[in-house]
């Protein structure tokens, strides 16, 4: 327990919640301690000697003297290894099942007597002793895994009847929390092996940046230190240096002067990342590798590695774990929620508000007050006698309702979902076949089992009646899972049983990937349900493979300038995670912004995927005229570029579904190969076309600019600049500076509908943009449409690709 966990707990005795979050986690601690028997002597264990190697599809198995390993090269080019049997199946994260071979991939003997197998994009060399190397075609080395080591129970211990309970540090994991082997193929009372702990280490180049990780608060460049993997509720308000947080991804980003590459862990256990940044001529002129050092308690050691170009890496990485959802199109406009409307009075008073100031707004989100004490899929009649009529009434207005689901259902019968879930089997259960129970809103909960396809399926059902109530889509709180505590993981004990699709486990296997299943079981039942429109729908916490169902948003972020920069740094990590939609609380969660502070956030909203305020029932308002009438005119500005900016947007959901390349891209998307751009944190480009630079600092009117090689354009003065280079650009209160590049192509909304927005390109020099016309919330696929950009008898001249007319009316800038 550390002070501000001690704090708490004296604040919370005197409360009923905080009495039975108490009870709850001494119920939690006793289950765990007798159902997770206790860790006894562990032995270490490594490969041991190469003894012989046998050619599969696509790779081969490569056996040493206490272990094999499996290497096999996806037809895609994606790269698997596993350890002891682990192959590329079952996972939460893949979005099929195990790839299919590279048929050219060829297993060979190497130098030194070990093996390799050399495909089109890239070589996976095994030495003699079970270090591992990912090279690219020409040889150049992109990361060298070394041997790793196992823990396992020794025989005539505590743990060697292969119960080994790891809840604690032995002086050498460095990982919180418990894991290790406890589980046998069975249902979900059952108990099978998970696999020992284990340690990874890694080297990278000296050069390398390391980027991912899930959504960190101090990104999006990871710094040296360790990083939690275990979907963490921080205990309110967070900023940077706060760690971990919603979710957690085994993925990380390494750009380097050599390349680019992906790795993924496909392991959903409790674990720790240790990074360390290499140094070159360190030392005695000897370059330093990066490090990278992964710490599990449990699991199959098996990952995947993509190489190539950011681009071709996150198009792999969504080819290999989903297309991202493109959201419905009136998702991509401004939102506007409040832990706190408490009424529809309210509900229509600040809808009203927006309107008499002709302020655009696409959605109001209801948080957990609309519900009949605190419980999901209620709604207080007595506030809100009539959502639908409300709901109809908006939608008239072009506003959309949008309504908070918690997993965590009251334990009452008298509650129906409560009563029907029982029946149905699906809350998560102990070992003993009881019902495992928490506390969160309600009081005492009970959990759906997200696990579990039937449960899932019953989930997604319950549906129906936010959609009855007039709801256009739905967020998930709460989802960690949490379960109050005073001290310790707000969550469900280790020991609760799971059905893990059927194969039997525990929370120590399913706690990262439960609020994956609660998206899975939401996006599926809204599509029963409704199954001519997208779905909208973002969680609060998830694992890799999410955004096949939705995106996500920041959660409990701060009001404060290092919140603002936090936002930024958790939409851009998670985009190279390969989660496109997100966006976080404008105006931070718990506290009230200063006018200037909510304004600078507001405007970094605006070119955000996700475009919402947020706030707490206790923190100060977040509508734009509460800040005076300064503040309101430039919030009106930004809203109406934003609005100007829905068409490129929608582009942008398109493009993402189909390459896997987030909205929102760092400054060396392009060019990872320059390092001042690799540094960069506080810019990012918005697509191909335009380079936004939000002010992150209070009272600054220029703000210098790291730009990419090209020719950029100021798009409120029209000026240009070449990249690469820094430039120091006004940032006049008003205003965020945005430059578009020479030669790009953006689709706005005009007078009369969609436009195209083009930046003249250097003279001799052509350009190029992609645009999808889409205005729909269905699940057609749309045309992707190409114009090139180029200059002919001195004049900038579009032309559609196929030949035929452009279609819209063509504004050339920059000329």
């Known amino acids: 327990m550390n002070a501000r966990d001690l704090v708490r707990t004296v604040k919370d005795v005197g409360s009923a919640r905080g009495l039975r979050a108490w009870r709850a986690a001494w119920r939690h601690d006793r289950a765990d301690a007798a159902l997770l028997p206790a860790r006894g002597a562990e032995r270490a264990r490594v490969p041991g000697a190469l003894t012989g190697a046998e050619p599969r599809p696509g790779g081969g198995l490569v056996r040493f003297a206490r272990s094999e390993l499996r290497v096999l090269v996806a037809a895609g080019g994606a790269v698997f290894w596993g350890w002891d049997g682990a192959g590329p199946a079952p996972s939460y994260a893949l979005a099929g099942g195990e790839p299919e071979p590279d048929p050219r991939a060829v297993l060979e ?10 495909s089109e994009r890239v070589t996976v060399c095994v030495s003699r002793n079970g270090a591992l190397e990912v090279r690219t075609p020409g040889g150049a080395l992109l990361r060298r895994e070394l041997p790793p080591r196992w823990w396992e129970p020794v025989s005539g211990t505590d743990g060697a009847d292969g119960a ?21 193929v069975g249902g979900r009372g059952a108990v099978r092996t998970g696999g020992p702990r284990w340690l990874q280490r890694a080297e990278v180049a000296a050069d390398a940046r390391f980027f991912g990780l899930g959504g960190r608060a101090d990104g999006p460049r990871l710094r040296d230190g360790s990083y939690r993997l275990w979907n963490s509720d921080p205990r309110g308000g967070f900023g940077p240096g706060d760690d971990p947080l919603y979710i957690t991804m085994p993925v990380q980003l390494v750009v380097a002067d050599v390349g680019t590459h992906l790795v993924f862990h496909d392991n959903s256990w409790d674990g720790r990342v240790t990074l360390r940044e290499g140094e070159e001529g360190a030392g005695s002129g000897q370059d330093r590798p990066g490090q990278s050092e992964l710490r599990m308690e449990g699991g199959p050691l098996r990952a995947w590695v993509l190489v190539g170009t950011p681009a071709r890496v996150l198009a792999g990485w969504a080819a290999l774990t989903g297309a991202p959802a493109v959201p419905p199109a009136w998702a991509l406009g401004y939102q506007h929620a409040r832990w706190g409307f408490g009424s529809e009075r309210e509900v229509r008073r600040v809808a009203d508000g927006y309107r008499e100031r002709e302020l655009p707004l696409s959605a109001l989100h209801l948080d957990i007050d609309h519900y009949d004490g605190h419980r999901v899929f209620t709604v207080d009649r007595e506030h809100f006698p009539d959502l639908p009529g409300l709901a109809a009434e908006l939608r008239e207005r072009g506003v959309r309702l949008v309504s908070i689901v918690d997993p965590a259902v009251t334990a009452d019968d008298s509650d129906p979902v409560c009563r029907s879930g029982r029946a149905a089997g699906a809350f998560v259960k102990d070992a003993r076949g009881q ?42 709180d709460m989802n960690e899972p949490v379960s109050f505590r005073p001290f310790g993981d707000m969550t469900l004990p280790r020991s609760a049983r799971h059905a893990l699709e059927g194969a039997g486990g525990d929370h120590r296997e399913a706690h990262n990937v439960y609020a994956l299943g609660m998206a899975r079981a939401g996006y599926e039942g809204l599509v029963r349900l409704r199954p001519a429109e997208r779905p909208f729908l973002f969680s609060r916490s998830g694992w890799a493979g999410m955004q096949r169902y939705g995106g996500t948003w920041s959660g409990d972020v701060e009001t404060g300038w290092p919140g603002l920069r936090a936002s930024l740094a958790l939409v851009l990590g998670l985009g190279l995670c390969g989660v496109p939609y997100s966006g976080p609380d404008v105006g931070g969660f718990g506290g009230s912004p200063s006018p200037e502070l909510y304004l600078r956030w507001f405007q970094l909203g605006s070119y955000l995927p996700f475009f919402r305020t947020h706030s707490a029932i206790w923190a100060g308002r977040r509508e734009p005229w509460e800040f005076g009438p300064e503040v309101l005119a430039h919030a009106r500005a930004a809203l109406a570029e934003r609005e100007r900016l829905r068409p490129y947007f929608m582009t942008l959901a398109h493009l993402a579904r189909r390459t896997g390349a987030p909205y929102v891209r760092p400054l060396w998307w392009g060019a990872p190969e320059d390092r001042g751009l690799r540094d960069c944190e506080d810019a990012f480009l918005l697509g191909d076309a335009l380079l936004v630079a939000p002010v992150l600092e209070p009272g600054a009117d220029r703000r210098a600019v790291r730009l990419p090689r090209g020719r950029w354009y100021d798009t409120a003065t029209g000026t240009a600049y070449q990249g690469p280079g820094q430039v120091l650009l006004d940032a006049p209160v008003g205003r965020t500076p945005v430059l578009a590049r020479a030669g790009s192509v953006v689709p706005v909304a005009g007078a009369a509908g969609w436009e195209l927005e083009v930046w003249a390109p250097a003279l001799g020099r052509t350009g190029s943009g992609l645009v999808v016309r889409d205005t729909t919330d269905g699940f057609g696929v749309p045309e992707v449409e190409r114009f090139t950009v180029r200059w002919v008898g001195g004049q900038v001249v579009v032309e559609r690709d196929g030949g035929g007319e452009v279609g819209v009316p063509v504004r050339v800038r920059g000329v």
């Open 164 to 184: 080994s309970r790891t809840d604690g540090a032995d002086g050498n994991d460095g990982t919180d929390g418990s894991g290790g082997p406890d589980r046998a």
């Open 109 to 118: 003997p190497d130098k030194d007597g070990g093996w390799r197998v050399v």
């Open 435 to 476: 019902e495992v129970r928490g506390v969160v809103w309600p009081g005492d909960c009970v959990y759906p089992d997200f696990t579990d396809p039937a449960a899932r399926e019953w989930w997604g059902g319950l549906y129906a009646e936010r959609l009855a109530q007039g709801f256009s889509g739905v967020w998930h």
